[in-house]
Each structure stands twice: as C-alpha cells, then as structure tokens.
C-alpha cells in the first residue's frame, strides 16, 4: 500500500484548502457585488452587517 499524498503537510492540507476556499467565496461575493452596481467597500460594508446579526452583536 502506498503511503498518502499530501500537497504540503497532513498538518497544514486542511488550512490550505480553507484558507483557498475562503478566498474563492470573498471573490465571488465581490464579483456579484460589483455586477449589482456596488463598491467593494459598499459590498465589504454589507458583509460586516450580516455577520454582526448572524454573531447577535448588532444594536
């Protein structure tokens, strides 16, 4: 049986694939964003709303 591969460590595979997976929603969300006519600030400003009332942290 041949040993696993791995792309960079066993460690380190699983933060590398959520780190690109992260990467590639926050483009997408961009990408949208700016289709629907608004700034990346505007977009990123949105975001920011949503996750402080998905945390419960807003007023």
């Known amino acids: 049986m041949a040993p696993p591969t791995y792309v960079i460590s066993k460690a380190v595979d699983p933060v590398f694939a959520v780190a690109v997976g992260l990467a590639a929603a926050a483009t997408r969300i961009t990408r949208e964003g700016k289709e629907k006519g608004k700034t990346t600030e505007q977009t990123v400003e949105a ?3 949503r996750l402080g009332f998905a ?3 807003s007023k």
């Open 47 to 49: 975001g920011k709303r």
């Open 55 to 57: 945390m419960g942290l």
